[in-house]
Each structure stands twice: as C-alpha cells, then as structure tokens.
C-alpha cells in the first residue's frame, strides 16, 4: 500500500469534496481553481479551461514550467509572487495579471487567494478564484485593457515626487477612425478597436503599459523609459499600421498620430500630462497625420487662445470688435467705403493678431458664428453710415469655411432684409483661390451672391502671370492687389509692368482695381499715373474705431485735399519714356521676350529675352531680320508678314491684342508662342510692346497629359468591375470595356452618349435616376467616397441591381482638379445566392421545427447554432437562447459509462466529423435537477462545397419511449402523403426523381414543372387560413384532373408543387401547360358565402444531361418559375432542350 501519494484530486468522486468543487464550479461566474503545491497538480473550473483555452481542466508541473495563460511580461513576476507568498507566513494574497484567452486576445484578471499549510507551516494547498475585470468598470469593454485612469494611479504610486523618476506618456490616435466606422458600422470600429490593441501590446516591453483613452485613443506609459526608446516604439506601432488589416473578411487601412510629452521635464503632475500629451496629438493631426509631435509650451498656449476664442463666442462675443479701414478714389481721395476687420483681446489684455486668431477659427469652425456675426455689425454701421453717404460701400472677408456653408447666402439675405441695407452697399472679399475652386456648394454660393447683386473683390492678387489669363473668367467687381507689388513699384521694373498690365486688363474687363497697403505720398502718386481706381493703406488711415471712422470721415470737417497735392503726370511720364537706360532695363527686367513696335510695323528695340528665345546673335539680328524667325506661312495658311501687320494694327486700334504663333530659331526649330501686345504711350505718340511666351514647355506637358490619359484607359480596361470617370462637371468622360459589356453595347462611345438610358426613369425609392445620379456624384466630390445600391437597366429592359461605389480622385483633370470614378458591381449573381442561402435557411429551419425529437445544430467548431422547441421544452430551459449558450450546464458532471460528459461531447463530435453519423446513449440534466436517458444520433450534414458543414444533434427522450414509437409509427404513414392535399411529400417525391435519375436506360424525355398559386396570401389574410387549406386542395386536385394520368405530384413547400411528367414532346406539353394556367382561374371557389378565383403560374424544364440530380432539375424550375412570375404572373414558363 504505502509507495506513492494520492493526490487530493485523486479522491473518490462520490467523496463530499468532490461534490462541492464540482457544484460550485459549475454555477460560479468567476474561475475557480485548486492547487496541490506538493504534487504541483492544477486542477480548473470548465469556464477556466474554455475561456483561456487550457488543454484540460488538469495540468500538472505549474509552478517549474510557469503557467502559461499568463502574458510573457506577467509571468516572471507572478512566480515571484508565489515563491514569496509560499515562503512568507501570510494565509492569502492578491494579484493582478493580464492572461491569453482561447481567441487569442489579452484579458485582465484579478484574483484572491487563500493557502493552507501543515502543522509546521509548510504550504500544501492554494485555493483561488480569479475575476475577468473586462466585466468590471476598471477595464475598457471593447479592447480588453485597463482604461487610463489606471497608468494615473501606476504614475502616482510608481513615479510623482520620487527623486529620479522619470516618465513618458505617448497618446495615439487613430486618423480617420469615423470613416472606419462611416464605412462600415460601429461593431466592425470595435473589433478594429479590439484588434489594433492586442496587436500594439505584443509591440510593448515589458516597462511599457497600454491603457484605452478616449475614442480612438490609447495611452502609453513608460516608467523610467527614455524618449528615444518611446520614439522608437512610436515608429513600430506606425509601421505596423501602415499595412493592410482584415477584420471579419473586410479589410481596411489606418494611420496613427501621436503625442509625446515627458515627466518630469515637461510637466510636474498627471494633469499636466494627459494636457500636454493632448496638444502635441492636436499638433500630429493638424500637421497632416501619420506622425509624432513632441510637447513644446507653445502647444498649450495655442490650445489657451482656441479655449479662449470659444469661451468668448459663448459670452455673446466678449473680446471680439470691428475697426474699420478706409478706401477711397484713387484720383481724389475722398471715401468711397471701408473694409471692417476683426480684432481680438484675451481676457488679460493682450490683442491677439488676426494671422494666430483667424486659422484657429477656422479650424474649430467657429469662423461660422464669429463670421456671421462680424458681417451682422458691418452691415448695422454701413446701415447707419450710408445715411451720411448713400454711395458707402461695406467691405466685408469672407472665410473659405463660411462659403461652403449651403445656407450662407440665405443668412446675408436675411441679415440685409432684417437692417433694410442694400445689396448695393455691402461688398464681401474673397481669395484668387475661391474663385478657381472645384468645391460645387462654394461655386454655387457665388453664383447666389452675384444674383443678389451684391459687389465680390478678388483679395490679396498677384499670384503671377497665369492669373492674368484668369481674370477675365472669374466673375468678381474689383481686383485688390497685395501690399507686395505696391511697395516695390520704384524697386522693381518687372512689378510697375505687371501692375499697369492687370489695371488695363481689368478696365478692359469692366473690373476695377484697388491697391491696398498705400503708406508713403511716392507710392500714392505712381497708383495715381496707372490709373488705378481705389487705393487703400496707412498713407490715408490705419485701421481705427467705428466711432473714429465716423467723426473723422463721414462728417463734413474730413478734406481729402490734404492729402492730395497737384501732380504734374506728363513730367514724370516724359521723364520715364525719355529716359533710355531706364527703359531698356525695364526692358531686360521682364522675364519675357520682350519686342517694341512703331506704327509702321518696324522693331524699334528688344530684349535679352528675346536674343536667347530665337538664339539670334544679337538684338541687332532680331530688329533687322525679325521675319526669319517665323515660318513664311503660319499654321492656318497665312502669310506670316501680313498676319503681323494685322496684328500689331488692333493693338494700336484697341489697345490689347492676345494670339498663337508659330516662331522657329535661326536653325529652324519651331517654336509655339503665345503673344499678348499691349499699347503704351511713347513720347507724344505710343508704341506696341509684344511678349511672346514659349509654349514648348506647356505642350510637352499636354503630351505628357494624353499619354497618362492612354495609360489611364489601360488602367480603367484591366479593371475587372465596370468602370466609369466623371468630370467636376457631372461629364461621363471615359470608361472601360467592362461597361461596355455589361450593358452589351456596341461601343463605348455608346454607352458615354446614352449612360441617362441605361436606368430605368425611376429608382425602386420613386427618385428619379438622372436627378439621383448627379447628387450622388456631387456627394461624392464632396465627400470623397460613397457607395449605394442602385437599379441599372439594359437596352433591353433587362434591369440589372448593382452596388454604386463612388470616389474621388484628386488630379487627374488637366487643371488639377478632381475628378469622380464610379465603379459598378452586379447584384444579379449575389441576390439570386442570397435567395438559394434564404431557401437553405428555410429549409434547415423546416427540418428542425418538424422533428419530433429534441435537435440542437451545431457547426464544426462546436458552437451551438440552433435548437427546435421540443430540445427547449426537455431540457426545462427558459428559451432557445440558454440552450445554445449554456449547453453543457445541462450535462451530469459524468455519464453512466464514467466519462466526463464535456471530454465525450467533444469526442463523439470529433467522431462524427469523419465517420458522418454517430449513435450513443447519453445522459441530460433538466433545470428540475431530473436525470433524462436519451439515445443521441449525431448526423454531419454536407451543405455544401461553400458553406461550412453542420452536426445534427437529435436526442430521443427514452422516458417515452412508448409514445416516441407511436409518434414515428404515424409519421412513417405520412411520410408519403401529404395531409391536406393528398400528394406525394416533397422528400418522397424527390425519392422518386433519384429514382428516375438512376434509370438512365431510358431515353423518354423528362419534364419537371413547380407550380405556386398566385397571391395566395391574400387567400389566407382576407378569408382565413381554412379558406386558403381548401383553396390549396381544390386547385390542385383541378390540377390533377387536367394532367394526364399517372403524373407525379408533389407538394414542394406552402403553395408550390412539383409534378413529373414522362414521354411527352415540347409541343403537346406546351399546350398542355397554357389550357392548365388557363383553366384555374375559371373556377369558381367559395367560403362561407365569399365567392373568389384563383390563378397559378408555372415553371416547366425539360431534363437535359447537364442535369446530374434532382436539385439541379428543381432549380431550374425554380428559375423557370420566377421568370413567370416577373412576366406578370397567371401564365407559365417552359425552358426548351
């Protein structure tokens, strides 16, 4: 006897002991555990072993080999936990870990443990339970971790006040996490959530902590961890982000941002932290994402003003006013208006500039409110200040923000109605950039802001010599030139030029010309001599009080003739075209070439420009022999002499002249031009000056243009989805082949010129499809990717249901902008699957609700899919859902043959993976504490090649075995028949098919029809379902008289039939087929007085050797079947061999 030990776990199952464990195990929420120090032998609750995977509920050698469901960066310090605990006198403890779950994630656990030891305090036994703290609000439900009100008490109890401590906090953030969650849906966020987390913690040392923040957020904490190392993990978690990710079979694509901030150098409290690592995420993000920002303290000073500018928005606008500048006639002075500017002060005093508050404004989208209020002021003082002068016009900024506000223009009505001002008195000023923009509400707004007749000024331009050519595009009043070319007029030749060019071009464009930052009487008088029409600056005023500007400029003590003083214009214009050696630098100044001409069409001078353009040999070879450097004809024929003379003729007749040529060097190459010749005065006459631009350059890049655009039609024809561009303009302006063949088109020019066709006029939601198509484009410019159903149609009328996915693309228009590819999947092949997979589920579901014995389906993981009543009833649960989530609590902890009832489940389940059928007896526990012998028939049941098979669980309560018997009896009886109708069964129907599959000697032709009685719902809701059982009997057994004898037939399911026929030609059975649909509705059917047809449509298929069994046959059918019925029902359909 006395050789080895017994374990405590080798004790009779029978024993007391065993019982408890085994009852509180099994009801206990929490995992329950016993350890036996002496034989190192675990032994774990069943919801321990599931939920952490454990390969049994008995493991041995634990506290040597570790034990291995806790985080490889736990463990180490966990055995030293135990040691010390088994070593020390304590009689409990408690701990904390994270530990690996079956699934593969990381959860946190908290436990309490108690130990017992002998008389000599040698420790024998541990007894523990450990809490899963995800269920607890200490820890984040979606990720698992421990959320960052945690790393504040690791900080406080680790880090805060210790001499030499050090700590780093990184905050993440994921870019763009709404449109994960836009895209897809808030629980598909949450397994991103979940997964991005547990793959970050695998990314961790050990001193590294992750804790959940806010949102997208998670914190990361580093006791005594040096920048470089937190920088350095920064740049793994961005590598690892930067790749492709799946979730769930979607796959999707993110960034991260983060924000770094260290203790105790930046900050000197936890506060502090979570503050400072927030702004440098803020700065991260704002700079464009997918980066790291390092704290600075300027970070939370911007963070201060944007706090600052909010609060002051909610107190009514606190610490915003107006000042307002003067602008005047550039000729005399006097005021023709004012531009209102805001300015702001900080509560303690300090005036904050436009350039730091405006961005921020507009970043937090503030600038709407604080915008509209500003323009609400302008238009009170120009209310009250018109009155003084009826002419003042209000110049008012106009944030980019604020245009692509849909109801901005209704806003400044309302503002205009509501102050009686106006249109005429109110001028809004906008960017160059504003007018070229692609954004279709901003276009749309200026459109209304022009119909309101309300004046629009181009601010702030100068952007160079392609603008020029814009302007007389953009629809604008005035042109506002920027302080930069007005200071350098007297520095540089190149901007007085460009200066007089816009002024002359803008007269020509009915558009007048304001310079702005006019300081000194010098730049004052030389606007004055290029005739500009409105000037403003600090010369006339800087910007003062609304108060200020009313006394000193709308009263009658202003004089504007103190500022104006007599010019003697002719002097300094002789003094500027009599001076040569100014002129010729001007000349050279100008980046183009540059030719003059007199009227008689000589060259009286050129510039470098022009000696390096033609590679002359010198200015005197240009002016002598200027006609060898164009080609004798130009492209359209002409003589190139003759062109010139005509030419040079409407620039001195209208002053401005604008055309292509064609040029060639001394060696003959050509040399596309643009010229633009401009009449100046010259001594008491004027002269032409020609600048010639090269457009080599430019066409090379058209070129280069039409090759990308091949490229891209290449690109669009490999793509396997039907593929389409459009243009800014809602334009259909290319698309692939694959378009062309779904719509079977000849061309794809065919389907560009007809695309508005190939929709039915209406969507399925009443929309109608040209109006749907073109918002849904503009949302997508707008929005930058969209997807929607949506109902094509054929030429044919054949429609086609597809899957819309719209998206952006920036740059590929030639101007830059973008443009929209619509992609367009067909639906036909997935709905008419998702249709098979409803029949499939109808079917399974049929299956389960009509056994007479308890059924429970599992799939082949061993999840519980499904039940039927009677498993519920058996089992005493309360619903199908505790049955399928808490099986096996319904199991003894054994079974009469000594297994444990888990460990066999599995294994017969295993069994019957391989050998497809399995039958043994077994043992349930109902929620009355009764024992049930049941015999179990395990069935894997093959769906298909793919969908994931299924085991068929179905248990016969042997307690009735008496009743069960008569139950099967009766239902081998009415196997065949069906009980109201009095036809075959549809299994037995089906039977015979196989049969007649397997008769392949016989060469008569097989024909299958499926028969549905046509709304025969309404049959049931109007007059009962009584009515419709004896509508059911009465058609068919019509049916039945009209088919030749000895015709199979079936119910199939409902109001569908199947009959067989055999041995009968296409022609007599097509007949046969229109005299049975015609027949039917010429019966008379009553109930309880209501007198009522019916009508049935037919599906009918002739067998054919592609047909290798009766499913095939029936989902022919089936298609047959529909196909009447989409062609309107009471009519039948036979598909030819």
């Given at each position: 006897m006395g050789g080895?030990r017994?374990s405590?776990?080798?004790?009779?199952?029978?024993?007391?002991?065993?019982f408890?464990?085994?009852?509180?195990?099994?009801?206990?929420s929490d995992?329950?555990y016993?350890w036996d120090l002496?034989?190192?032998?675990?032994?774990?609750s069943?919801?321990m072993v599931?939920?952490l995977?454990?390969?049994?509920?008995?493991?041995?050698?634990c506290?040597h080999?570790?034990?291995k469901?806790?985080?490889p960066?736990?463990?180490?310090?966990?055995r030293?936990?135990y040691?010390?605990f088994?070593?020390s006198?304590?009689d409990s403890?408690?701990?904390e870990y994270?530990?690996?779950?079956?699934?593969?994630n990381?959860?946190?656990?908290?436990?309490?443990e108690k130990i017992?030891?002998?008389?000599?305090g040698?420790?024998?036994l541990?007894?523990g339970?450990?809490?899963n703290l995800?269920?607890?609000?200490g820890v984040?439900?979606v990720?698992g971790?421990?959320?960052?009100?945690?790393?504040?008490e690791?900080?406080?109890?680790?880090?805060e006040?210790?001499?030499?401590?050090?700590?780093e906090?990184?905050?993440?953030?994921?870019d763009g996490?709404?449109n994960?969650?836009i895209l897809?849906?808030h629980?598909f966020?949450?397994?991103?959530?979940?997964?991005?987390?547990q793959?970050i913690l695998?990314?961790?040392?050990?001193q590294?902590?992750?804790?959940?923040y806010?949102?997208?957020q998670?914190l990361l904490?580093?006791?005594?961890?040096?920048?470089?190392?937190?920088?350095?993990?920064?740049?793994?978690?961005?590598?690892?982000?930067?790749?492709?990710?799946r979730v769930?079979?979607?796959?999707?694509?993110?960034?991260?941002?983060?924000?770094?901030i260290a203790?105790p150098?930046?900050?000197?409290?936890?506060?502090e932290?979570e503050?400072g690592?927030?702004a440098?995420?803020r700065?991260?993000?704002t700079?464009g994402?997918?980066?790291?920002?390092e704290?600075?303290?300027?970070?939370?000073?911007?963070?201060?003003?944007?706090?600052?500018l909010a609060?002051s928005?909610?107190?009514g606008?606190?610490?915003?006013?107006?000042?307002f500048q003067?602008?005047?006639?550039a000729?005399?002075?006097?005021?023709?208006?004012a531009?209102?500017?805001l300015?702001y002060?900080?509560p303690?005093?300090?005036?904050?500039?436009?350039?730091?508050?405006i961005?921020?404004?507009?970043g937090s989208?503030l600038?709407?409110?604080?915008?509209?209020?500003v323009?609400?002021q302008?238009?009170?003082?120009?209310?009250v200040?018109?009155r003084?002068?009826?002419?003042?016009?209000?110049?008012?900024?106009?944030?980019f923000?604020?245009l692509?506000d849909?109801?901005?223009?209704?806003?400044?009505?309302?503002?205009?109605?509501?102050?009686?001002?106006p249109a005429?008195?109110?001028a809004?000023?906008l960017?160059?950039?504003?007018?070229?923009?692609?954004?279709?509400i901003v276009?749309?707004?200026?459109?209304c802001?022009?119909e309101m007749h309300?004046?629009?000024s181009m601010?702030?331009?100068g952007?160079?010599?392609s603008?020029?050519?814009r302007?007389?595009?953009?629809?604008?009043?005035v042109?506002?030139?920027?302080r930069y070319?007005?200071?350098?007029l007297h520095?540089?030749?190149?901007?007085?030029d460009?200066?007089e060019?816009?002024?002359?071009?803008?007269?020509?464009?009915?558009?007048?010309?304001?310079m702005?930052?006019?300081?000194?009487?010098?730049?004052w008088e030389?606007?004055s001599?290029?005739?500009a029409d409105?000037?403003?600056g600090f010369?006339?005023?800087?910007?003062?009080?609304p108060?200020?500007f009313?006394?000193?400029y709308?009263?009658?003590?202003y004089?504007s003739?103190?500022l104006?003083s007599?010019?003697?214009?002719?002097?300094?214009?002789?003094k500027?075209v009599?001076n040569?050696e100014l002129?010729?630098?001007?000349?050279?100044?100008?980046?183009l070439?540059l030719?003059l001409w007199?009227r008689?069409?000589e060259?009286?001078?050129?510039?470098?420009?022009?000696?390096?353009?033609f590679?002359?040999d010198g200015?005197?070879?240009i002016?002598?022999h200027?006609?060898?450097?164009s080609p004798p004809?130009?492209?359209d024929g002409?003589s190139?002499v003759e062109?010139?003379h005509?030419?040079?003729?409407e620039?001195?007749?209208s002053?401005?002249?604008?055309f292509r040529w064609?040029h060639?060097?001394?060696?003959?190459?050509?040399?596309?031009?643009?010229v633009?010749?401009v009449?100046?005065?010259?001594?008491d006459d004027?002269?032409?000056?020609?600048y010639t631009r090269?457009l080599?350059?430019?066409i090379e890049?058209?070129?280069?243009r039409?090759k990308?655009?091949?490229?891209?039609?290449?690109?669009l024809?490999a793509?396997p989805?039907?593929?389409?561009l459009w243009?800014?303009e809602?334009h259909?302006?290319?698309?692939?082949r694959e378009?062309?063949k779904?719509?079977?088109l000849d061309?794809?020019?065919?389907y560009l010129?007809h695309?508005?066709?190939?929709?039915?006029?209406r969507q399925p939601?009443?929309?109608?499809?040209?109006?749907?198509a073109?918002?849904?484009?503009?949302e997508?410019?707008q929005?930058?990717?969209?997807?929607f159903?949506?109902?094509?149609?054929?030429?044919?009328?054949?429609?086609?249901?597809?899957?819309?996915t719209?998206?952006?693309?920036?740059?590929?228009e030639?101007?830059g902008?973008?443009m929209?590819?619509?992609?367009t999947?067909?639906l036909?092949d997935?709905l008419?699957?998702?249709k098979?997979?409803?029949?499939m589920?109808r079917?399974?579901r049929?299956?389960?609700?009509?056994?007479p014995?308890a059924?429970?389906?599992w799939?082949m993981?061993?999840?519980?899919l499904d039940?039927?009543?009677?498993?519920v009833?058996m089992?005493?649960a309360?619903?199908?859902?505790e049955v399928?989530?808490?099986f096996?609590s319904?199991l003894p902890?054994?079974?009469p043959?000594?297994s444990v009832?888990?460990?066999?489940?599995i294994?017969?389940?295993?069994?019957v993976q391989?050998?497809r059928r399995?039958?043994?007896?077994?043992?349930y526990?109902?929620r009355?504490?009764?024992s049930?012998?049941?015999?179990v028939?395990?069935?894997k049941?093959?769906?298909?090649?793919?969908?994931?098979?299924i085991i068929?669980?179905?248990?016969?309560?042997l307690?009735?075995?008496?009743?069960?018997?008569?139950?099967?009896?009766r239902?081998k009886?009415?196997?065949c028949?069906d009980?109201?109708?009095?036809c075959?069964t549809?299994?037995?129907f089906?039977?015979?098919l196989?049969v007649?599959?397997q008769?392949?000697k016989?060469?008569?032709p097989v024909m299958?029809?499926?028969l549905?009685?046509?709304?025969?719902?309404?049959?049931?809701?109007?007059?009962?379902?009584?009515?419709?059982?004896?509508?059911?009997k009465?058609?068919?057994?019509?049916v039945?008289?009209?088919l030749p004898?000895?015709?199979l037939?079936g119910r199939?399911?409902?109001?569908?039939?199947?009959f067989?026929l055999?041995?009968?030609?296409q022609?007599?059975?097509?007949r046969?087929?229109?005299?049975?649909?015609?027949?039917?509705?010429?019966?008379?059917?009553?109930?309880?007085?209501?007198i009522?047809t019916s009508?049935?449509s037919?599906?009918?298929v002739?067998?054919?050797?592609?047909d290798?069994?009766?499913?095939d046959?029936?989902?022919?059918?089936?298609?047959?079947?529909y196909?009447?019925?989409?062609?309107g029902?009471?009519?039948?359909v036979l598909?030819q061999e």
């Amino acid at each position: 006897m006395g050789g080895a030990r017994m374990s405590l776990f080798d004790i009779n199952p029978d024993r007391e002991e065993a019982f408890l464990y085994k009852a509180v195990s099994s009801i206990c929420s929490d995992y329950l555990y016993i350890w036996d120090l002496e034989e190192d032998i675990l032994l774990a609750s069943p919801n321990m072993v599931s939920d952490l995977g454990l390969d049994g509920n008995r493991m041995t050698n634990c506290f040597h080999s570790g034990i291995k469901w806790i985080h490889p960066h736990d463990r180490e310090r966990v055995r030293e936990l135990y040691r010390t605990f088994i070593r020390s006198d304590e009689d409990s403890q408690n701990l904390e870990y994270q530990a690996l779950t079956a699934d593969g994630n990381y959860i946190w656990l908290s436990g309490r443990e108690k130990i017992k030891r002998d008389d000599t305090g040698k420790a024998l036994l541990i007894v523990g339970i450990l809490r899963n703290l995800e269920q607890y609000e200490g820890v984040d439900q979606v990720t698992g971790l421990l959320r960052h009100g945690s790393a504040r008490e690791r900080f406080e109890n680790t880090t805060e006040g210790r001499a030499g401590s050090h700590g780093e906090v990184l905050l993440l953030g994921i870019d763009g996490f709404k449109n994960i969650n836009i895209l897809n849906s808030h629980s598909f966020g949450d397994f991103v959530l979940r997964t991005t987390a547990q793959d970050i913690l695998k990314l961790l040392p050990e001193q590294v902590k992750l804790y959940r923040y806010d949102g997208d957020q998670f914190l990361l904490y580093g006791n005594n961890v040096r920048r470089e190392e937190m920088l350095r993990i920064y740049g793994d978690i961005r590598k690892y982000a930067s790749g492709s990710h799946r979730v769930n079979g979607c796959s999707y694509r993110f960034t991260v941002s983060g924000g770094i901030i260290a203790y105790p150098e930046e900050a000197h409290s936890w506060g502090e932290l979570e503050k400072g690592a927030c702004a440098a995420l803020r700065q991260a993000k704002t700079n464009g994402k997918d980066q790291c920002v390092e704290f600075t303290a300027e970070l939370l000073e911007e963070l201060q003003l944007s706090h600052c500018l909010a609060r002051s928005v909610d107190n009514g606008y606190e610490g915003f006013r107006l000042v307002f500048q003067p602008i005047c006639d550039a000729g005399t002075l006097k005021v023709r208006g004012a531009e209102a500017l805001l300015r702001y002060t900080m509560p303690d005093g300090r005036e904050i500039s436009p350039t730091e508050f405006i961005p921020l404004l507009e970043g937090s989208r503030l600038i709407l409110p604080v915008g509209l209020w500003v323009l609400e002021q302008a238009v009170i003082a120009c209310k009250v200040w018109s009155r003084q002068n009826p002419d003042f016009i209000m110049d008012v900024n106009v944030s980019f923000v604020q245009l692509q506000d849909s109801g901005f223009c209704g806003k400044v009505d309302a503002l205009l109605q509501k102050y009686d001002l106006p249109a005429q008195n109110l001028a809004l000023e906008l960017t160059e950039s504003y007018f070229i923009t692609n954004d279709s509400i901003v276009n749309e707004s200026l459109e209304c802001l022009n119909e309101m007749h309300i004046e629009l000024s181009m601010d702030d331009f100068g952007i160079g010599y392609s603008s020029l050519g814009r302007l007389s595009e953009i629809d604008m009043d005035v042109v506002k030139v920027d302080r930069y070319f007005v200071k350098a007029l007297h520095i540089s030749q190149y901007n007085h030029d460009f200066v007089e060019s816009v002024i002359r071009l803008c007269h020509n464009l009915n558009k007048e010309v304001c310079m702005e930052g006019v300081e000194t009487k010098e730049e004052w008088e030389t606007i004055s001599l290029l005739n500009a029409d409105l000037v403003q600056g600090f010369y006339i005023s800087r910007p003062v009080e609304p108060e200020v500007f009313y006394r000193k400029y709308l009263t009658s003590s202003y004089d504007s003739k103190s500022l104006v003083s007599p010019i003697d214009k002719e002097k300094i214009q002789k003094k500027l075209v009599n001076n040569k050696e100014l002129l010729f630098a001007m000349m050279n100044a100008t980046p183009l070439c540059l030719i003059l001409w007199n009227r008689q069409f000589e060259i009286m001078a050129c510039n470098e420009k022009a000696v390096q353009l033609f590679r002359a040999d010198g200015k005197k070879d240009i002016i002598e022999h200027f006609y060898r450097f164009s080609p004798p004809c130009q492209e359209d024929g002409r003589s190139s002499v003759e062109t010139v003379h005509e030419r040079i003729t409407e620039a001195f007749a209208s002053g401005y002249s604008e055309f292509r040529w064609m040029h060639c060097d001394k060696e003959g190459n050509s040399i596309p031009a643009e010229v633009i010749s401009v009449r100046i005065p010259y001594l008491d006459d004027f002269v032409v000056a020609s600048y010639t631009r090269d457009l080599r350059a430019e066409i090379e890049l058209s070129e280069k243009r039409w090759k990308f655009r091949m490229r891209l039609k290449a690109l669009l024809d490999a793509t396997p989805l039907c593929l389409n561009l459009w243009d800014k303009e809602f334009h259909n302006i290319m698309c692939n082949r694959e378009a062309v063949k779904l719509f079977e088109l000849d061309s794809e020019q065919d389907y560009l010129e007809h695309f508005n066709l190939l929709s039915p006029e209406r969507q399925p939601d009443g929309s109608l499809s040209t109006e749907g198509a073109r918002e849904k484009i503009k949302e997508a410019m707008q929005k930058g990717r969209i997807q929607f159903n949506w109902l094509h149609q054929k030429p044919d009328g054949e429609l086609i249901p597809a899957e819309i996915t719209l998206v952006r693309i920036e740059g590929l228009e030639e101007d830059g902008s973008a443009m929209v590819a619509g992609y367009t999947r067909d639906l036909r092949d997935q709905l008419r699957a998702e249709k098979a997979e409803r029949l499939m589920a109808r079917r399974v579901r049929a299956v389960v609700d009509s056994s007479p014995l308890a059924c429970v389906l599992w799939n082949m993981r061993q999840e519980a899919l499904d039940c039927n009543q009677i498993a519920v009833e058996m089992l005493g649960a309360r619903d199908k859902e505790e049955v399928l989530h808490d099986f096996d609590s319904f199991l003894p902890l054994y079974q009469p043959d000594g297994s444990v009832s888990v460990e066999k489940r599995i294994k017969t389940m295993n069994e019957v993976q391989k050998n497809r059928r399995c039958v043994f007896e077994w043992v349930y526990v109902n929620r009355n504490g009764e024992s049930i012998p049941c015999e179990v028939t395990l069935v894997k049941a093959v769906i298909g090649k793919d969908d994931e098979d299924i085991i068929i669980a179905y248990s016969r309560d042997l307690r009735e075995l008496k009743r069960t018997l008569e139950i099967i009896d009766r239902l081998k009886r009415q196997a065949c028949y069906d009980a109201l109708t009095g036809c075959l069964t549809r299994e037995y129907f089906i039977e015979n098919l196989t049969v007649q599959f397997q008769n392949e000697k016989t060469d008569d032709p097989v024909m299958l029809g499926l028969l549905d009685l046509d709304g025969f719902k309404n049959v049931n809701d109007t007059y009962g379902h009584e009515a419709g059982d004896m509508t059911l009997k009465r058609v068919i057994k019509r049916v039945g008289e009209l088919l030749p004898e000895g015709t199979l037939i079936g119910r199939f399911g409902g109001d569908e039939f199947l009959f067989l026929l055999q041995g009968r030609e296409q022609g007599s059975v097509s007949r046969m087929l229109c005299s049975i649909v015609e027949q039917i509705p010429q019966m008379q059917l009553e109930y309880k007085g209501n007198i009522f047809t019916s009508s049935i449509s037919i599906g009918a298929v002739f067998r054919t050797p592609e047909d290798t069994c009766p499913e095939d046959l029936i989902r022919r059918a089936d298609d047959a079947l529909y196909q009447a019925k989409r062609n309107g029902r009471n009519r039948s359909v036979l598909v030819q061999e």
